[in-house]
């Protein structure tokens, strides 16, 4: 959409950007691996992903997504909510196929819990 090739955090901060200037008010840009950058008029931020063993990344972005939507859906904050959906997105591809692979929200808050990314 935007003519970008993002491959990376600063391609990603570029197209946040394009979106914004498009009349959105907030972009996040999923990176995989690579985490996820959020652009909004008072702020851009990357944010890390945690590492994990990844057999199957297929649902990933889908889990992202639900996981970051459920946690704003319960007055979280941005950046709360993007570190929730990155840990429930990692511990997704730790197990093959992408229902099978949906966490827990126990699992995903016991993992967040132990994550040295809790507080980035």
């Known amino acids: 959409m935007t003519g970008i090739d993002v491959k990376g ?7 946040g950007k394009w979106f914004l200037d ?25 944010y890390l992903t ?3 063993k990844a057999l199957d990344t297929t649902g990933a972005g889908d889990i992202f997504s639900g996981a970051f939507m459920a946690a704003m859906s319960q007055g979280t904050t941005i950046d709360d909510s993007v570190v929730f959906a ?8 730790k197990c ?12 995903v808050e016991d993992f967040l ?8």
């Open 96 to 107: 093959l196929g992408v229902v099978e692979a949906i966490p827990d929200l126990e699992d």
């Open 9 to 15: 955090v600063e391609d990603a901060k570029k197209a």
């Open 22 to 46: 498009h009349g959105t008010g907030t972009a996040i840009i999923t990176l995989g691996e690579k985490g996820t950058v959020v652009v909004t008029p008072e702020f851009t931020r990357h």
């Open 86 to 93: 990155n840990h429930a997105a990692a511990l997704s591809t």
């Open 50 to 52: 945690p590492e994990v």
């Open 113 to 120: 819990r132990n994550s040295p990314l809790k507080n980035q």
